[in-house]
């Protein structure tokens, strides 16, 4: 017994409140109730429940009160009852929706389908419409696709206006995308824009195209595009569903009609400077940000574009469409101005907005750009190989075939940097099968997808020196290289291209050598376009790139610097996989100089590079290819050489002059040891030192120094041959 007393105006009143004492004995006061007596017993509680809510209440205990009820519902009689019923498991079903329970919110919503009277289309419409509407966005939350379709022919059967019937377009374009029926989806969208007034060209309809941008540029002219923000809130219930449908379609049209994108965002932006801001133009903002950066190259207004974007989200406070704006400024914008890894967590933050509102396709899309975009920006390959799993099974519960499909793609690659294979640019194994694959891409018409792939395909080759392999791929990639417009793919494409053509050159005869040095102008040039805006992600790319025409052209001093310029830009800004293929370029570079000691310097750099990135598949490579260059770096420890025998012999001439700190657990064939500069410190230190605590002192601090470590500890056998700690060292003291 749980009581509340209550004493007001000399009368005193005591609520009376009871629980059990524990789950098991209400379970056995339960079990008591006879089988024929429950239904009636539930409903009247659940009656109960109802009757003594008060307005807050009631939402408090809405999925006892409906629970209880709906146990009894077969009791029912009146209509009145069941429709009130109904409309309760509408409100049931939301909330659950709105928790992330969807199979739950399913179920109410199928309860409330049930109550209603035979001929609910025409006496109960907008609660018919609502519970069947819910139900269908439901299906398709759990992966039901084939309860969703059936759900939303009825609906477009029965609703009576274009209005009633926009929700379900979208979602059947949602569901279509995600299962990769591109064509389908986008055939949805054109269909239902048209009964708006809306039409949608065919992707050839250059002139229309050009148009819809013209009469936007003029429409924008002398006019901030920060000052977008306070445009008026939009009332037009036409423009409110075109610019929702319109949104909906951007996915569609990127993976299979790219060419219709700049008429998609400039037909959303227009309809927003017409009719006022909606939730809708968050999306059309991005969108048009994306267009302007990927087709037009205007890329300072399309990344105003896209803050104007994430600013609208807050101020209209639109959850629901955070992950959309974050997905397409975090993997079509933002790297054009800011560094690369910079887009990781917005991406992220796209994902888990998505998973959290239940926009499964977008948070697909959002967490497929964070793997890519680890990729390139040289995260750890060990780390992303562990995380990437969970987000892949994550999207394969949520039935998000197309982006979990991509996801593993990059998966597969990071496989093959990670494990030596027969043939590194063949995307086969344990996530991604090519062979089966990309023919269902073709079918499906996924330009994205196959775009996807040879980009992949194309860097694997590259890396482990199949060129010819590497030509091929650029050449399966130019057409379809739109379909990634805007995407870090576009200029990593040029990149390797350039690198492979000068790669072939020398092999090739004279006349076709100009043509090549052509080609390679031509890929540089748009390398250099992407620089300009974001020389933290692209400059140290056309720095290698003519490092290597330089070296073709042997112009070897040139050469040189612009090698040295390639590695310092990739390190300083965190490419540790672009440093490590500068450094490799290099060392290839001072070999056939026959400069061996300097190449060699190179190469172990390059080697440590691979090493801390995490690609042991390459590492391997290296180690086949070029022993000699790695000799002091691959002898293995001898557990019986002195200290002395050590020292002399990690200060073979040989051995790498760079500052080496870096080492890693996925190669065991690297020893543990500082680089020759360290050693040259440690003999002067010895030399100058008599005294044990001073020189203790001076070598801890060297190793310090030398391992970018903030605590060391030397440990020596006494003369008993028992280890001690003989000294812990800080960077402040020993």
Avoid at 500 to 506: D, G
Wanted: hydrophobic share 40%.
């Amino acid at each position: 017994y749980v009581g509340e007393l209550d004493t007001t105006q000399n009368t005193q009143t005591e609520t009376l409140n009871y629980k059990f004492l524990h789950d098991r004995v209400q379970q056995a006061a339960y079990s008591l109730i006879p089988d024929d007596r429950k239904q009636i017993t539930h409903l009247q509680i659940g009656q109960l429940l109802l009757l003594d809510a008060s307005p807050s209440t009631k939402e408090e205990k809405l999925f006892d009160i409906v629970n209880h009820l709906n146990i009894g519902r077969y009791l029912m009689i009146q209509p009145s009852e069941r429709t009130e019923l109904a409309q309760l498991n509408l409100n049931a079903g939301g909330k659950a929706k709105n928790s992330t329970a969807y199979a739950a919110a399913r179920g109410y919503f199928k309860t409330g389908i049930e109550l209603l009277q035979p001929d609910c289309w025409k006496t109960e419409y907008e609660l018919a419409l609502n519970l069947h509407v819910a139900a269908t966005e439901a299906s398709y939350l759990n992966g039901d696709f084939e309860g969703m379709e059936h759900l939303a022919a009825l609906v477009l059967q029965q609703a009576q206006t274009i209005f009633d019937k926009v929700k379900i377009y979208e979602i059947q374009i949602a569901a279509q995308t995600s299962q990769s029926q591109i064509l389908e989806a986008i055939a949805v969208g054109r269909e239902a824009l048209s009964q708006l007034g809306v039409d949608l060209p065919d992707a050839t309809d250059e002139a229309q195209i050009g148009k819809a941008l013209q009469d936007l540029k003029e429409q924008l002219q002398g006019r901030e595009i920060a000052g977008l923000i306070d445009l008026p809130v939009i009332s037009d219930p036409t423009a409110i569903a075109a610019m929702s449908l319109l949104g909906m379609l951007f996915s569609p049209v990127l993976l299979g009609t790219p060419s219709l994108m700049p008429f998609l965002s400039a037909t959303m932006v227009r309809l927003s400077l017409q009719f006022g801001n909606t939730p809708a133009s968050t999306g059309g903002y991005a969108i048009h940000g994306m267009v302007l950066c990927a087709f037009l190259g205007e890329v300072q207004t399309g990344y105003e574009f896209g803050r104007l974007s994430l600013l609208l989200v807050e101020r209209l406070n639109v959850q629901s469409m955070k992950c959309f704006t974050h997905a397409l400024f975090g993997g079509f914008i933002q790297h054009s101005q800011e560094a690369l890894r910079a887009a990781l967590l917005v991406q992220k933050e796209s994902y888990t907005a998505g998973m959290e509102t239940g926009d499964f396709l977008q948070a697909g899309y959002g967490i497929q750009g964070c793997a890519y975009t680890s990729l390139f920006a040289g995260v750890d390959l060990d780390r992303l190989s562990a995380e990437l799993p969970a987000y892949s099974a994550a999207l394969a519960q949520v039935k998000q075939d197309s982006s979990r499909i991509y996801l593993d793609m990059v998966q597969q690659t990071v496989q093959n940097l990670r494990e030596s294979v027969n043939q590194p640019h063949l995307l086969i194994g344990q996530f991604y099968d090519e062979t089966v694959m990309l023919p269902k891409h073709q079918q499906d018409n996924d330009l994205t997808g196959i775009a996807l792939a040879y980009s992949y395909k194309l860097l694997l080759a590259y890396y482990f020196g199949n060129y010819q392999a590497a030509l091929d791929h650029i050449a399966q990639n130019k057409s379809y290289l739109m379909a990634v417009s805007g995407m870090t793919h576009v200029p990593t494409f040029h990149f390797y291209a350039a690198l492979t053509y000068l790669a072939l050159l020398p092999s090739q005869a004279e006349p076709e050598q100009a043509e090549i040095l052509d080609r390679v102008a031509s890929h540089e040039t748009i390398l250099h376009r992407w620089a300009q805006n974001a020389p933290m992600n692209y400059q140290h790319k056309v720095d290698l790139v003519e490092a290597e025409k330089y070296r073709v052209l042997g112009k070897n001093y040139e050469a040189g610097d612009c090698y040295d310029r390639a590695i310092s830009g990739a390190k300083a800004n965190e490419y540790i996989n672009e440093e490590a293929l500068a450094n490799e370029l290099a060392a290839k570079f001072y070999l056939n100089w026959s400069k061996e000691k300097v190449a060699a310097s190179y190469m172990q750099e390059a080697y440590y590079c691979y090493s801390h990135w995490g690609a042991k598949a390459k590492t391997d490579d290296l180690e086949t290819r070029y022993p000699e260059l790695l000799r002091s770096i691959l002898q293995q420890s001898d557990p019986s050489m002195t200290m002395f025998g050590t020292l002399a012999t990690i200060a073979s001439p040989a051995y790498s002059l760079h500052s080496s700190t870096r080492n890693s657990s996925s190669s065991s064939s690297i020893n543990t040891t500082l680089d020759f500069a360290a050693i040259l410190k440690a003999s002067q230190a010895l030399s100058r030192s008599i005294q044990l605590e001073d020189l203790l002192h001076q070598l801890t601090q060297i190793i310090l120094q030398n391992s970018g470590c903030d605590r060391c500890a030397l440990i020596l056998p006494n003369e008993n041959q028992v280890w001690e700690v003989r000294a812990i060292a800080t960077p402040i003291a020993t």
